[in-house]
């Protein structure tokens, strides 16, 4: 089992910057994929990012490809989102996601960002 907490949401103004983190426990971190979602207001949830196990690769929604960085620190079992350039759209809850070859197995609680025009 791997237990997840997400931080560093909140509100901001169009242009500003944030840096979500994600905390792991319970399971060797390097061993797991990193991801995050999103769930905007009244929709589905979505595919943010990801990175692969040992930094080996990361992928982006079309949304967010040029102004997020996922990126992650495995001395401190912890990914990190950080979200430049944000935009009203990027409104939702954030979550983090770990797992394995099966998929994403593990997620967090959600952390609130929304960014106001």
């Known amino acids: 089992q791997v237990h997840l907490v997400e931080s560093g949401g909140g509100l901001v103004q169009a242009g500003d910057s944030l840096r979500l983190s994600c905390t792991a426990s319970g399971r060797p971190f390097s061993s797991l994929t990193m991801g995050w979602f999103r769930r905007p207001p009244g929709e589905e949830r979505e595919f943010v990012a990801a990175?692969?196990?040992?930094?080996?690769?990361?992928h982006y929604a079309n949304s967010v490809k040029g102004r997020f960085t996922i990126s992650r620190e495995d001395a401190k079992n912890t990914a990190y989102l950080q979200m430049n350039s944000l935009e009203p759209d990027d409104t939702a809850v954030y979550y983090c996601?770990?797992?394995?070859?099966?998929?994403?197995?593990?997620w967090g609680q959600g952390t609130h960002v929304t960014v106001s025009s």
């Open positions: 996601a770990a797992g394995g070859p099966s998929g994403w197995e593990y």
């Open positions: 990175i692969s196990r040992s930094d080996e690769g990361t």
